[in-house]
């Protein structure tokens, strides 16, 4: 297994020499691009899908477009949905919730937190087993460390399981460590990390040169 990932990741990986993919490279495995606020998570993802779609594979593609509206907080993006980035062919199945909260930059308690984290949770659910039903050959999510903040996470972890092509990217960093001490912080690091094993390749694209 390839893994380029930050140094303070809970377990320990093998390191190996950078190299950034093609989606010629990620066909078949198991890709996920992890990283701080502004590193280049959501364009590397989009550089990706565009090349699929030029592929030919828009009809074996599935979008769980889970990023919250783009926003900027004291000079930095948050957020931003692939669709911001890109134009998405009306061929490609593209599921997103109706609204996705912030709940680390919105909530004014750490109950309001929990209550966001949850209400995302609850939105996404729906989309994962929408996909699950009928699932496509390629599965790409946007932001997909947001739905390991509330709830259960098995969905999640079907889904990846079911796509025979997986590559998803998702916030990992300390931008947004303060959570009210909620716990919300330290269970969607240790979800990464658990999706992070289960991976084939996992991309910092801010050590993309």
Known sequence: MEVFIYSFIVFSYQMAAISFPSFKQC????VLILGDVGTGKTKMTAELLSEAIEAGYTADITI???GPAKTRVKGRRIGGHLTETMTIPKAV???APAR???PRLSATSADHLLTLAKVN???IAPLLKQFLAEPSPILFVNDVSIYFQSGAPDLLFEAVERAETFVANGYYGRYFAFDYGTGVSKRERELMDL???KMDKVINPSERE
């Open 100 to 102: 996705v909260e912030t």
């Open 121 to 123: 949770h609850e939105a």
């Open 64 to 66: 769980i477009d889970l």
């Open 27 to 30: 066909l078949g495995k198991k």
């Open 195 to 197: 999706l992070a094993s």
């Open 93 to 95: 199945r593209y599921l």
